[in-house]
């Protein structure tokens, strides 16, 4: 079965950092493309970043271009999204997903889990 568990959410001061994680298990990590994504009050859940199963490729949304990195830990099956330079339009819920395959534009392993909350505020 398929799990997948955000953590290091929380509250943070415009301009400040944060690094999100995601535990992964019950498929081969290392063959599979990882996402995150996020959703913010009244609006649609949207891709943030995604990164291939070896991880040498990357993509962002144009929103965060820049200031996030997404990376993955093979070993551990871990995957990060380092957010620096947040802004009060990251606020949002954070969640990760898995792909049935080695590049982001495969379809996604099982369901949303229940994410990280990110508050970007003064």
């Known amino acids: 079965q398929v799990q997948l568990v955000e953590s290091g959410g929380g509250l943070v001061q415009p301009g400040g950092t944060l690094r999100l994680s995601c535990a992964a298990s019950g498929f081969k990590f290392s063959a599979s493309a990882m996402s995150w994504y996020r959703q913010a009050p009244g609006k649609e859940r949207e891709l943030v970043a995604a990164v291939s199963a070896a991880g040498g490729n990357t993509n962002y949304a144009d929103s965060v271009k820049g200031r996030f990195t997404i990376y993955r830990d093979n070993v551990k099956n871990l995957v990060y999204l380092q957010m620096n330079s947040l802004k009060p339009e990251d606020t949002a819920v954070y969640f990760c997903?898995?792909?049935?395959?080695?590049?982001?534009?495969?379809?996604?392993?099982?369901?949303w889990g229940q994410g990280t909350q990110v508050t970007v505020s003064s």
């Open positions: 997903r898995a792909h049935t395959g080695t590049y982001y534009e495969a379809p996604f392993y099982g369901s």
